[in-house]
């Protein structure tokens, strides 16, 4: 059974850092891209990062030269680093993985999830 667990969420002032990680496990053969996204309330869920199996990164364009993704394969474990968090990034964040090497953009293509995990900007 694929399984998601998302963490490192948190209270941050704005322009400060956080990084997530994104541990996963179940795989039992491939590849797998991870997604990150993120959802305001009442909102539907955006793409923020994506990172494929073969190492390609995505991002999008409003955390463009702020946000990194990356991944530890000894680890299994996917990360994204937050840097210069403005209070529009105030907002719940998920990561997703999918099998194979190709990365969407749409979070409905996605196969599974994790918990989502809070982040807050604010002063």
């Known amino acids: 059974e694929v399984q998601l667990q998302a963490f490192g969420g948190g209270l941050v002032q704005p322009g400060g850092s956080l990084r997530l990680s994104c541990a996963v496990s179940g795989f039992t053969h491939g590849g797998y891209a991870i997604g990150w996204f993120r959802q305001y309330p009442g909102k539907e869920r955006e793409g923020v990062s994506y990172?494929?199996?073969?190492?390609?990164?995505e991002y999008v364009d409003s955390v463009k030269g702020r946000f990194t993704i990356s991944s530890d394969s000894a680890k299994n474990t996917v990360y994204l680093q937050m840097r210069g968090l403005q209070p529009e990034d105030t907002a719940t964040y998920y990561c997703?993985?999918?099998?194979?090497?190709?990365?969407?953009?749409?979070?409905?293509?996605?196969?599974?999830w994790g918990h989502g995990t809070l982040v807050t900007v604010s002063s």
């Open positions: 997703a993985a999918k099998d194979g090497d190709r990365i969407y953009r749409d979070y409905w293509m996605w196969d599974y």
């Open positions: 990172i494929s199996s073969g190492g390609a990164t």
